[in-house]
């Protein structure tokens, strides 16, 4: 599946522009600058499918990707990020708390989770809006990279037990690294066989 082509769809900001719920979807939540889409740029072989910034707050729509012939890929704006204009802030968080209680087709969220700082008040949020929808989410901790193992055996048990007390949580975590390609084979693997 990862090998054909993905191709950008369209960005929407608003639920009416959504494409035609006509396909199994799966998307890329997380903190503004946690490295979504320099993920789906990772799943894809990618340089610059999905733009990536050092920036917080790159990524503003809800951006979606063709993979093959029947599933999206879905880039989502981030949360937790107070910098961007408050009326600007809060229309994306509208968007995107809308999107994942509301998206039938919404196989499965990826939350994503940096290594370095594990889940936050803000993650707890979303994930607690996740179990409410009944969203099945997944953990991807990223920028294994930049941390050392023991460092990431200790924040690897804080998200476990953070998790522990959200039902829609599935509880394999994937621990990835866009930069390394660490963890990206495991990920297209899971994708391609969401059912
Ligand atoms: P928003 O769209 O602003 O919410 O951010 P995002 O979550 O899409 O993050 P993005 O992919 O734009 O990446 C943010 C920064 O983190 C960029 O400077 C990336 O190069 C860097 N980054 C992403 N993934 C990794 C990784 O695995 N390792 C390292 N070292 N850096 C990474
Ligand atoms: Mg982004």
């Not at 082509?5 to 503004?32: H, N, Q, W, Y």
């Not at 993920?39 to 990524?59: D, E, F, H, V, Y």
């Not at 959200?166 to 690294?177: F, G, I, K």
Request: with cysteine; charged share 25%.
């Amino acid at each position: 599946l990862f090998a054909g082509p993905c191709d950008f769809v369209k960005g929407v900001t608003t639920m009416e522009a959504l494409p035609p719920a006509d396909r199994i979807e799966v998307c890329f939540a997380g903190r503004s600058n946690v490295g979504k889409s320099s993920l789906i740029n990772a799943l894809t072989g990618r340089k610059a499918l999905a733009r990536a910034s050092n920036t917080p707050g790159r990524t503003q729509e809800i951006n979606y990707f063709a993979l093959g012939p029947s599933r999206y890929l879905v880039d989502l704006p981030g949360y937790g990020y107070a910098e961007a204009p408050k009326p600007i802030v809060e229309r994306w968080q509208r968007l995107l708390k809308g999107y994942l209680a509301g998206r039938q087709t919404l196989r499965r969220a990826f939350v994503l989770i940096d290594t370095r700082h594990g889940v936050k008040s803000v993650d707890e949020e979303i994930l607690t809006l996740l179990d409410r929808s009944a969203v099945t989410f997944q953990v991807v901790m990223t920028k294994a990279d930049k941390v050392s193992q023991a460092e990431r055996e200790a924040v690897l048990d804080q998200v476990r037990g953070a998790l522990k007390k959200h039902p829609a949580a599935y509880p394999e975590l994937v621990m990835t690294s866009s930069e390394k390609g660490m963890g990206i084979e495991t990920l297209r693997t899971i994708v391609a066989t969401l059912g």
